[in-house]
Every structure is written in structure tokens, then in C-alpha cells.
């Protein structure tokens, strides 16, 4: 059967027709179709979520099957909130995001606003950008701590040959300084090309009547793109900062793999020292805890910026 | 300037915004070619100073991805005899002898099994509740819409926590089954929220029409809307199916030797001694490649998929 | 704890997706054998071929590099995993996998098969084999003997004009340094020099922040400059013992030797980036686990003359070396011990000891290194005799995991990041410990 029948069958019919069917009713399909997906994401998330959170006052360990758990209500809590080093690797982890967040935004919008004056093939240099950002981020990650030695890395050998230094002069990964940029580099040439596809998108749905009507009257084009193209992209923008906000935060795979948190403590985000605590000393319930606080953080921080957004969306 | 319109940019800026973009292009495909490249080299040359750029290209980075070698002492190199293959006579420049397959290849079936078989389940269950979620009055639709979503907020190894503990009760650490099961959740928001999309765009008078040909409700579906949906479905495998596929956080913490995936194990290859750069350049490349088809396959919905739908183009 | 319920429920929601795609495979009776994936893993491949042949069982192996060999054989231990059926597991963990009953205890099997724990060096019996330390109760064979020490280019110690100059400027001979300022002496001496037209630095060591890298190398220093786990005569008792003044002052060592003359970038670096580093010809000297020196005695650019063994150096407070190795437990979750054990006692004998050996594996049987030929088999074998007899272990309590947590972090911070003091390290390393012990009841 063609489109196009159904086309003019449904020109031809009010929807409330539609109502009339015969096998099982609207209302029978309608759970069997959704039934399978709430099951899975009860036994795989909301299921563990409160066994989390069950675990998250107990003092239980799962490298110690034989000792006694037990209940300590808020101690694993008040812990971790009142832990040093904890509120450290939440700071370098606010440092990565932050920096990631303004190089990204500004390379990949300048990247999205050059793709957007359409030279001959744009399209394809436009996916051969976007190749970091679909690579695995662990296997990557671990070849660009091959790129960053300072003997035989090509970063060191690119950067001294520039800049007229010895490329072993200095180390991205092991000096204390220059390590939490270290992983701002990877992962800003990683994902630059996200931010860049939502601002293209973005610059794409400005009509271009907007700006003739703008050319008409004679604003400049400095002005334009102020008055045009910066506030009707902002929204796009902002989904962008938010999605890469909230992966960021989880940011572990890749930092893991590059610099493992080292030098010291220095590039240690808060999933890394959270996986220390579940996966290497075993403290379970300690960690649960940890994975609850983290959990309510992000879901705070992004419902307020969701909130933001919609004012920005609906101006 | 163009004389058809007056918004169209002029050819200089057009050559001066292309060459700027071709050249992020180069700069930002280095690493990648470089990981290319080291696959092709020998372990002194991936490790020579300065950088070697031209280099007598081998595939002793191939060889020791798929084998581990033992060194072999002189009287057992005597009685092994002249080596037979190419690749024997590779690994006799240094007096070793193949001992055997490495794990690679199973740890990138693994990856194979785990990456489809989960895309499979999340594409058909996120099918029906898209489909669902587009066309019935499901009770707090917006809400379990929002919930869905919610789920890939948390991070990773949050999440691996109660996992590897209800895992451990059930058996289900390191094996198949529990990783594509994992997966599956993980992606359906994915799948759940793209599909969606595209089933939004097909308009609702196709099957009330053919309901009105005395399509059942099921039919109506299956004959009308899946076809339909076709592309919008495929794309959203494949990112469901990159996802999986570049997936470490839960694979290193899950899996370790019958279910573990490529992305745990490639960091872990190591020669004789040290790290074998050329093995694990050889390994990512075998390992990265496929997803950059998929992105060339993909580009028309890429946008789509990175945001869950925000955006679209 | 009263998680039946919550269990049952996970059984439960899991039943679905375990039903809908089966259960995966299991395997014949094969065996497999976890270990860290190094040069010996690669030669006992080439020895339990002899096993295959004997037993008629077919050998699986599974090895994960030094850095994740802990992080994923603990997971899987205490998953409950059924992958390993024999585990080579590190030293330290004797005493969790001992209390868990995660490894069978062998006790009644070697006597049954006649086997000794006598006939085995002593260190490593103690090392490896024993929970509670000291205590006949056996969980593992040694299977492999190791210890930190050195390697050094000995062509670059034998140049004329090298000799010459560092005569000049220290007043004595370029030669193996007796003690621990006299390593740093030469270290200091190589530090980017230019040897065959490039440019060395002194030494490798370890920094490694991830595992356990860090902690296997400073500790060495520590131990010679007066460090003690805690009050020999009261367990446990740290303070005064963990940050005694000797403590200290060789933790500020290891940080100066450090700072002073390590290559570029090597903050991060444990076994295989020191062997990069010596194998490349970028240090004079390494420190590194005695198992590289087959590896470097047969390397193409630096081996056999060119290179020289020794012990680590003597401190003012004492002469030890951080021991290393392993012992080959049976995994108690494995469906296959009894083939596991015969395993064990196939590798016990003694002329698969011995080959074991000549392959590159250092046997712990007392008869193979005893033997009189022993000593001059290889050029490092007299080192590694030598080394074996000063060995100091790190803690082996089930609570090893985050001891070694806390150290790692509190050296790496001192000594590549350069936070605070020594003092406030080791001070910080007593509250650390102090917590865990505290929380485990043993204090």
C-alpha cells in the first residue's frame, strides 16, 4: 500500500474513526509496548537506586562478607561532607568543567560560525571534525599519554618545535601544574565538534530574511551579530553547555586512562576518587553515600540550569 | 560580493572561513592519524627521538596485537626450526616464538556480541514504548519521558555500585548477559527518546487510514509506522550501538576476563616489558575504525543523536 | 544484613533479560591460570605446556598488566567470579583472601602430597604463603620470587673519561654504590649528561600513582633510613614507628632523588616505563623488580655486557629491599580445584623448578637456588640471592587495599606534587592508617 493512498484516505477521514479498531484495545497495546521498557528501568535503575541508598547508611564492605553490618545513619554522610580532600577533587573537578565548558563554546562556536559561510565542502570537513568525539574515550585517552611524553610525544615535540623550546622541558601529565590543562586539552579537541553540530544547528535555523531585513537597515555587521545571531543562537548554546556539563561531571573513563588522577591529587575528579572508595578500598556503604550526594548534585544543578534555559527558550 | 544576495558571504570570506576550518581539520586529525601510523611502525621506531614521521612501515604491531610470544632460549630456537610464516619470522628478530593467540580477538567478539546484542534489545523495546509514548494517552507521560532520561545522569561508577552487588547475586558478574542487560537499560533512554522523535514526525492520519482499511492496531504498526521509521530507527541503533561499543567505566568494573570488552583491554596491552605502542595503536585502530564509518553513515542524523533529539536539523 | 528480600526482587526483575538471552557457555575443563601480564607470565605459558601434556588438561591464561592486576583480580575475587581457577596473586593480599576464605587453604594437601613449606626460601614462605604471618597456615605455593633492585649500565660506568671525572668530583671510584647517598651521588653525576651523543639523566624510579608503584619504591628508602611498619613490640602501634624521625628523613631521600636526577615526565611511572627508559638508553641506572633482568641480560642495545646488577644500597637506619613476588593460590570459588591442585603440584617438583629457572622465572625452592651452580647461572642470579636475603614486605592485612590507598596518595603528593612536608606526610600516613585499623577493630 502506497502513501499516497493513506493520504487521501485520511484527508477523506475525521480522526475520530480512528478510535474504532478491532484486535487488542489502544489502552492492552499500550502497556504491552511500554510494560518491557518501566520493568528494565525499575530492576536496572530505580531498584538499585534505593538499594543505594539503603547502603548509604550501613557500614557495609564487600571485601569483608563475614563481618556484622552495621547501621549508622548519617555518619557515612557527615564523613564525606566534612572530608578535605573530598571538597578538593570537587574543586578540580569545577576547574575541568568550567574550562572545558569556555574553550569548547568559544572554539566550537567560532568553528560552527566560519562552517556557516558554506565554502565549497563544508560538509565534508564538518564530519572529518567530528571524528574525536565518536571514539572511545578510554582507548583514546590512553594514546594521548603516548602523545604527551615529553622523550618521544608528538604533543611535546609539536609544541617545543613552535614555541622554539626542548620538548622535554616539560611534562603535560607529570608536572603538577600543567596537568589539569593537560586533560582540559584532550578533552576540548574531543568534544569542541559537539558544541560546534548544536551551534551550526543553531546559526542554521536563523532566517536569513532576519539579517536582509537587518542589512536593510543598514545595522553593521558587528551589530548583527550581536542583536541576530549570538541571542538566537544562546539556547542552542545552552543545551550545549548543559549536556556537556552533566557529562563532565561524570568525566571519568577518559581522565582515568590519561593521568589515573595523578600527579598527587591533582587531576583527581570526584568519580575517580569515588571509584577508589567503591572499587579499591570496597567501602561500600561509604561510597554509596558518596554516590547519593553526587547523584542529588547533579540532578540539582541541572533541573535549576533546565529551568534557566526554558526562560532564555520562551524570550 | 554576490549580487543574488545580499546575506550570501563574499568569496573572500568564504576561502578565508574554509581554509581556517580546513586547517582545525588537520590540527584535530593529527592524533588520530598518528595512532594510524604508530600501528605501522616497529617499537623502536614508535618510540624514536624526534618523532619519526617517515618510517619503513611493518606490521609487527598487527603481529603482536593477535599473539603472546615467549622468549625462547637458544636451544629451543635451534629445535623450533626456521621460522615458517611471515609472521614467526617477525617475532624470531627477537628471539621469541609465537606461544600462542593473544586475547584480543576475544576481547573484540565480546565487544561484537555485547554491542549488538544490546543495541538489538534497546532498539525493539525503545521502538514499542516510543511508539506508545507518541500515539496512546500513557499516564504520567511526561514525567516517565523525563525519567527515562534522568538515568544517564547519574555517573557511571555510581551506578556500578549496586549493579556489581545485584550482579554478584545473580551471577551475573563478567558474563554476557548481565553486560547486554546493562547496556540495554542504559541505551533505551537513547532509544526511547530519538525514536520517539521520528515516530512524532510521521503523521497520524497514515494509520488512521489504515485502520480504516481494517488494519488492526498491531498491524497498523507494524505495516505502516516501521516502515516509516526505518531510517530514523537505523540511526538510532548505531548510536546506540557507539555507545556500547565505546563504553568503559561499567565494562572495567563488570567484566574481567569472559565478558570484557575491547575498551578495558586495550589499554593493557603490553610487549615485552614496557608498553607496545605499536600493538595498541594497532588495536585502537582496529577498534576505532568501524565507528568512523558509522559516523560518515551517520552524518545527516548526527545532531539528533548526540542530544537525545533536542536538536534537530 | 536483611537484604533477602531486596535479592529475591533482583532475582526477580533479572529473570527476564537472564532467560532471554540464555546463559553464556560454560567452559570444558579447562583451566585458568590469572597473573600479571609480564615477561614470566609469557615463560610459565611455555612451561605449563609440560602440564598439558602430562595432565591432558588444557591451560587458560589470563593477564592483566601491574597497574590494573590488583583493581581486577580483587573485583574479581570479591565478586565472587568464577574466572581464575588458579590466581598468582600479589603478596599483600594473603590476608584478605585468607580471612574470606577466597583461596582454599592447602595445608592438608601438602601433606598429602608431601610437600614442604621448609623446602622453600624462608621470605618467601613468609611472604607469600602464610595468614596470620608466622603461623603454619598455608594459602598459596611460592611461585615466583622477586625484590626490588638496580640495574646500571656498566659500559657507561666503564668509560676512562667518565671514571676520570667522577673520581675527581666525589673522590672515589664510578662504581656500584654501597650505600644510598652514594646512588645518589652517581645519579646526580649522569644527571643530563651527554653519552654517545645524547642526552641521560640518572635514574628510573618508581612514581607510579594508580597502584601500587610509588609505595614498592619509596618504601625502600624509607626502610634503610629507619622505617618501621609499627612497635614490634605492640601490632599496631604506629605513631613514633611510621613517622619516626628515620621515616622522614627517607621519604625526603626518595623526594631528592626525585627532583634531582629522574627524566623528564617519569611521574607516573612504575615497571614497564623504567624499562622504556633504560632499554632507550635514556638512565644510567633503574630501579626495578629483580623479573626484568632476563629481559634486560637478552636485550638487543643494553644487554649482556652492558649491563650490571646490584642490591638496593644500605641506609643509615638499616638494609632492606621491598619485596615483591608471588604465590599460586587455588581460588575457592573454582569449579575445577581439584585439576588446580594438580596443577600446584606438578609446579612444585623439582626439575620443573629448575626449568622454570633457566625460562626466567625465579623458583623459590630452596634446592634450585642453593644449588651451587645457581649463583653463576646468570649474571644477576648472585644479586638476586643477595637481594632475597634482606627483604621487607608491605602490610598483608586484609585491609591492605586502602593502607596502600593512603600511601600512595600521601607520597605522591609529597614527593612528584610537592605538597607540604615530608614530616606532614608521614604524620598524615599515621591518621590515615590509624583510621583503617580503627574501622577494622584492630586498634
Known amino acids: 500500500m502506497s502513501p499516497t493512498q493513506f493520504e487521501r484516505a485520511a484527508e477523506a477521514t475525521p480522526p475520530i474513526l480512528a478510535k474504532k479498531i478491532r484486535g487488542l484495545s489502544d489502552r492492552a497495546i499500550a502497556w504491552i509496548f511500554v510494560a518491557p521498557t518501566i520493568f528494565l528501568l525499575l530492576a536496572i535503575n530505580i531498584f538499585p537506586l534505593i538499594w543505594t541508598i539503603r547502603l548509604s547508611f550501613t557500614n557495609f564492605r564487600v571485601n569483608r562478607p563475614n563481618a556484622e553490618v552495621q547501621f549508622v545513619g548519617l555518619d557515612n554522610y557527615r564523613r564525606i561532607l566534612s572530608d578535605a580532600d573530598i571538597w578538593l577533587t570537587m574543586q578540580t573537578t569545577a576547574h575541568f568543567l568550567i574550562w572545558t565548558i569556555v574553550l569548547q563554546v568559544l572554539i566550537g562556536f567560532s568553528l560552527a560560525y566560519l562552517i556557516n559561510k558554506k565554502f565549497r565542502g563544508n560538509d565534508l570537513w564538518t564530519t572529518i571534525i567530528v571524528f574525536p568525539m565518536m571514539l572511545s574515550p578510554a582507548v583514546v585517552g590512553n594514546f594521548w599519554t603516548?602523545?604527551?611524553?615529553?622523550?618521544?610525544?608528538?604533543?611535546?615535540?609539536?609544541?617545543?618545535?613552535?614555541?622554539?623550546?626542548?620538548?622535554?622541558?616539560?611534562?603535560?601529565?607529570?608536572?603538577?601544574?600543567?596537568?589539569?590543562?593537560?586533560?582540559?586539552?584532550?578533552?576540548?579537541?574531543?568534544?569542541?565538534?559537539?558544541?560546534?553540530?548544536?551551534?551550526?544547528?543553531?546559526?542554521r535555523s536563523i532566517p536569513g530574511s532576519i539579517y536582509e531585513a537587518a542589512e536593510c537597515d543598514r545595522a553593521s555587521k558587528w551589530r548583527q551579530f550581536w542583536t541576530i545571531t549570538l541571542p538566537m543562537v544562546l539556547p542552542f548554546l545552552m543545551l550545549a553547555v548543559l549536556f556537556r556539563g552533566i557529562e563532565n561531571f561524570k568525566m571519568f573513563d577518559l581522565v582515568v586512562q590519561l593521568t589515573g588522577g595523578g600527579p598527587g591529587s591533582i587531576t583527581e575528579l570526584t568519580s575517580i576518587n569515588l571509584k577508589r572508595e567503591a572499587f579499591e578500598k570496597w567501602r561500600t556503604g561509604y561510597s554509596s553515600a558518596y554516590a547519593v550526594i553526587l547523584f542529588v548534585t547533579v540532578f540539582g544543578l541541572a533541573s535549576i540550569y533546565v529551568k534557566a534555559l526554558n526562560k532564555v527558550k520562551e524570550r | 560580493m554576490s549580487s543574488y544576495s545580499i546575506t550570501e558571504p563574499s568569496k573572500r570570506q568564504k576561502w578565508a572561513a574554509g581554509s581556517f576550518v580546513i586547517?582545525?581539520?588537520?590540527?584535530?586529525?593529527?592524533?588520530?592519524?598518528?595512532?594510524?601510523?604508530?600501528?605501522?611502525?616497529?617499537?623502536?621506531?614508535?618510540?624514536?627521538?624526534?618523532?619519526?614521521?617517515?618510517?619503513?612501515?611493518?606490521?609487527?604491531?598487527?603481529?603482536?596485537?593477535?599473539?603472546?610470544?615467549?622468549?625462547?632460549?637458544?636451544?629451543?630456537?635451534?629445535?623450533?626450526?626456521?621460522?615458517?610464516?611471515?609472521y614467526d619470522r617477525i617475532v624470531r628478530q627477537y628471539d621469541m616464538v609465537i606461544a600462542g593467540p593473544s586475547r584480543y580477538g576475544e576481547r573484540f567478539l565480546n565487544s561484537v556480541i555485547i554491542g549488538f546484542g544490546s543495541t538489538f534489545f534497546a532498539i525493539v523495546l525503545g521502538t514499542?514504548?516510543?511508539?506508545?509514548?507518541?500515539?496512546?494517552?500513557?499516564?504520567?507521560?511526561?514525567?516517565?519521558?523525563?525519567?527515562?532520561?534522568?538515568?544517564?545522569?547519574?555517573?557511571?561508577?555510581?551506578?556500578?555500585?549496586?549493579?556489581?552487588?545485584?550482579?554478584?547475586?545473580?551471577?551475573?558478574?563478567?558474563?554476557?548477559?548481565?553486560?547486554?542487560?546493562?547496556?540495554?537499560?542504559?541505551?533505551?533512554?537513547?532509544?526511547?527518546?530519538?525514536?520517539?522523535?521520528?515516530?512524532?514526525?510521521?503523521?497520524?492520519?497514515?494509520?488512521?487510514?489504515?485502520?480504516?482499511?481494517?488494519?488492526?492496531?498491531?498491524?497498523?504498526?507494524?505495516?505502516?509506522?516501521?516502515?516509516?521509521?526505518?531510517?530514523?530507527?537505523?540511526?538510532?541503533?548505531?548510536?546506540?550501538?557507539?555507545?556500547?561499543?565505546?563504553?568503559?567505566?561499567?565494562?572495567?568494573?563488570?567484566?574481567?576476563?569472559?565478558?570484557?570488552?575491547?575498551?578495558?583491554?586495550?589499554?593493557?596491552?603490553?610487549?615485552?616489558?614496557?608498553?607496545?605502542?605499536?600493538?595498541?595503536?594497532?588495536?585502537?585502530?582496529?577498534?576505532?575504525?568501524?565507528?568512523?564509518?558509522?559516523?560518515?553513515?551517520?552524518?545527516?542524523?548526527?545532531?539528533?543523536?548526540?542530544?537525545?533529539?533536542?536538536?534537530?536539523? | 544484613m536483611k537484604s533477602k528480600l531486596f535479592n529475591s526482587a533482583a532475582a526477580i526483575g533479572l529473570l527476564f533479560g537472564i532467560s532471554a538471552f540464555g546463559a553464556t557457555g560454560a567452559q570444558a575443563a579447562d583451566l585458568t591460570l590469572c597473573w600479571a601480564a609480564w615477561d614470566?607470565?609469557?615463560?610459565?605459558?611455555?612451561?605449563?605446556?609440560?602440564?598439558?601434556?602430562?595432565?591432558?588438561?588444557?591451560?587458560?591464561?589470563?593477564?592483566?598488566?601491574?597497574?590494573?592486576?590488583?583493581?581486577?583480580?580483587?573485583?574479581?575475587?570479591?565478586?565472587?567470579?568464577?574466572?581464575?581457577?588458579?590466581?598468582?596473586?600479589?603478596?599483600?593480599?594473603i590476608g584478605g583472601a585468607a580471612e574470606n576464605k577466597q583461596y582454599v587453604k592447602l595445608n592438608?594437601?601438602?601433606?598429602?602430597?608431601?610437600?614442604?613449606?621448609?623446602?622453600?626460601?624462608?621470605?618467601?614462605?613468609?611472604?607469600?604463603?602464610?595468614?596470620?604471618?608466622?603461623?603454619?597456615?598455608?594459602?598459596?605455593?611460592?611461585?615466583?620470587?622477586?625484590?626490588?633492585?638496580?640495574?646500571?649500565?656498566?659500559?657507561?660506568?666503564?668509560?676512562?673519561?667518565?671514571?676520570?671525572?667522577?673520581?675527581?668530583?666525589?673522590?672515589?671510584?664510578?662504581?656500584?654504590?654501597?650505600?644510598?647517598?652514594?646512588?645518589?651521588?652517581?645519579?646526580?653525576?649522569?644527571?643530563?649528561?651527554?653519552?654517545?651523543?645524547?642526552?641521560?639523566?640518572?635514574?628510573?624510579?618508581?612514581?607510579?600513582?594508580?597502584?601500587?608503584?610509588?609505595?614498592?619504591?619509596?618504601?625502600?628508602?624509607?626502610?634503610?633510613?629507619?622505617?618501621?611498619?609499627?612497635?614490634?613490640a605492640k601490632p599496631y602501634e604506629l605513631q613514633g614507628f611510621v613517622n619516626s624521625e628515620g621515616a622522614v628523613k627517607g621519604l625526603e631521600f626518595y623526594k631528592s632523588l626525585y627532583d634531582c636526577c629522574t627524566p623528564p615526565g617519569a611521574s607516573d611511572w612504575y615497571m614497564s616505563q623504567n624499562i622504556d627508559a633504560y632499554k632507550s638508553g635514556q638512565v644510567a641506572m633503574q630501579m626495578n623488580f629483580a623479573f626484568i633482568w632476563p629481559g634486560v641480560n637478552a636485550d638487543a642495545n643494553v644487554g649482556g655486557d652492558k649491563s650490571g646488577y646490584f642490591p638496593m644500597p644500605a641506609g643509615p637506619g638499616g638494609h632492606f629491599a621491598q619485596l615483591g613476588g608471588q604465590g599460586i593460590s587455588v581460588v575457592a570459588n573454582s569449579a575445577h580445584q581439584e585439576e588446580a591442585l594438580a596443577y600446584i603440584k606438578w609446579f612444585a617438583q623439582k626439575d620443573v623448578q629448575s626449568k622454570w629457572w633457566t625460562l626466567g622465572g625465579y623458583s623459590a625452592l630452596s634446592s634450585v637456588v642453593n644449588d651451587p651452580s645457581f649463583a653463576t647461572s646468570q649474571p644477576y642470579a648472585q644479586t638476586f640471592l643477595d637481594s632475597m636475603a634482606i627483604v621487607k614486605d608491605f602490610w598483608a592485612e586484609p585491609s591492605y587495599a586502602s593502607l596502600m590507598q593512603a600511601t600512595q596518595k600521601r607520597f605522591h603528593d609529597y614527593v612528584v606534587a610537592g605538597k607540604g612536608t615530608a614530616k606532614e606526610a608521614m604524620d598524615g600516613l599515621v591518621a590515615d592508617w590509624t583510621k583503617v585499623f580503627k574501622d577494622e577493630g584492630k586498634m
Open chain 1, 146 to 203: 603516548f602523545l604527551y611524553q615529553p622523550q618521544i610525544g608528538l604533543f611535546n615535540y609539536v609544541v617545543g618545535f613552535l614555541t622554539h623550546t626542548d620538548p622535554s622541558s616539560f611534562s603535560m601529565i607529570g608536572d603538577v601544574n600543567l596537568a589539569p590543562w593537560a586533560i582540559v586539552i584532550v578533552d576540548t579537541w574531543m568534544w569542541t565538534p559537539f558544541v560546534m553540530l548544536i551551534c551550526l544547528a543553531g546559526l
Open chain 2, 23 to 86: 586547517f582545525y581539520a588537520v590540527v584535530t586529525l593529527m592524533p588520530l592519524l598518528w595512532i594510524i601510523a604508530t600501528g605501522f611502525k616497529s617499537p623502536s621506531d614508535a618510540i624514536a627521538y624526534p618523532p619519526k614521521v617517515v618510517f619503513q612501515p611493518t606490521l609487527e604491531g598487527y603481529v603482536n596485537l593477535f599473539t603472546t610470544r615467549t622468549r625462547a632460549t637458544p636451544e629451543m630456537l635451534v629445535q623450533a626450526g626456521e621460522p615458517k610464516t611471515w
Open chain 2, 128 to 313: 514499542a514504548a516510543a511508539y506508545a509514548f507518541s500515539r496512546f494517552r500513557v499516564p504520567l507521560k511526561d514525567d516517565l519521558l523525563f525519567f527515562i532520561l534522568s538515568t544517564r545522569m547519574m555517573p557511571p561508577i555510581a551506578v556500578a555500585i549496586p549493579i556489581f552487588l545485584m550482579f554478584r547475586q545473580l551471577g551475573l558478574n563478567d558474563t554476557h548477559a548481565g553486560m547486554i542487560l546493562l547496556y540495554t537499560a542504559i541505551n533505551l533512554s537513547l532509544s526511547v527518546w530519538l525514536i520517539h522523535g521520528f515516530i512524532n514526525e510521521i503523521p497520524i492520519e497514515y494509520e488512521e487510514a489504515a485502520l480504516i482499511d481494517g488494519y488492526t492496531r498491531f498491524q497498523a504498526f507494524y505495516k505502516v509506522v516501521l516502515p516509516q521509521a526505518t531510517t530514523g530507527i537505523a540511526s538510532t541503533a548505531i548510536f546506540c550501538l557507539i555507545f556500547a561499543w565505546n563504553e568503559y567505566a561499567l565494562a572495567a568494573l563488570l567484566t574481567s576476563g569472559t565478558a570484557q570488552t575491547a575498551p578495558p583491554f586495550i589499554p593493557t596491552i603490553i610487549g615485552t616489558g614496557g608498553q607496545d605502542w605499536p600493538a595498541v595503536a594497532a588495536g585502537a585502530t582496529i577498534f576505532l575504525l568501524p565507528v568512523m564509518i558509522f559516523t560518515i553513515l551517520l552524518r545527516k542524523h548526527l545532531l539528533r543523536g548526540i542530544t537525545f533529539g533536542a536538536v534537530r536539523k
Open chain 3, 40 to 93: 614470566p607470565a609469557n615463560a610459565l605459558v611455555e612451561l605449563s605446556k609440560d602440564f598439558e601434556a602430562k595432565s591432558g588438561n588444557k591451560m587458560k591464561f589470563e593477564f592483566v598488566p601491574w597497574p590494573n592486576f590488583a583493581d581486577r583480580m580483587l573485583n574479581e575475587l570479591n565478586s565472587g567470579g568464577k574466572l581464575c581457577d588458579l590466581l598468582i596473586g600479589d603478596s599483600q593480599w
Open chain 3, 108 to 232: 592438608d594437601f601438602f601433606d598429602k602430597n608431601g610437600i614442604s613449606m621448609k623446602d622453600f626460601i624462608p621470605a618467601t614462605v613468609t611472604g607469600y604463603a602464610e595468614w596470620p604471618k608466622n603461623t603454619p597456615n598455608y594459602w598459596a605455593l611460592p611461585a615466583f620470587g622477586d625484590v626490588v633492585g638496580w640495574t646500571y649500565r656498566k659500559d657507561w660506568f666503564a668509560k676512562p673519561e667518565l671514571q676520570a671525572e667522577f673520581k675527581k668530583k666525589y673522590s672515589r671510584d664510578l662504581a656500584v654504590p654501597k650505600s644510598l647517598d652514594e646512588l645518589k651521588d652517581i645519579a646526580t653525576f649522569f644527571q643530563g649528561r651527554d653519552i654517545d651523543g645524547k642526552k641521560v639523566y640518572g635514574a628510573a624510579i618508581y612514581t607510579e600513582r594508580g597502584s601500587e608503584g610509588i609505595t614498592m619504591g619509596a618504601m625502600n628508602a624509607l626502610y634503610n633510613f629507619g622505617f618501621q611498619y609499627d612497635n614490634p
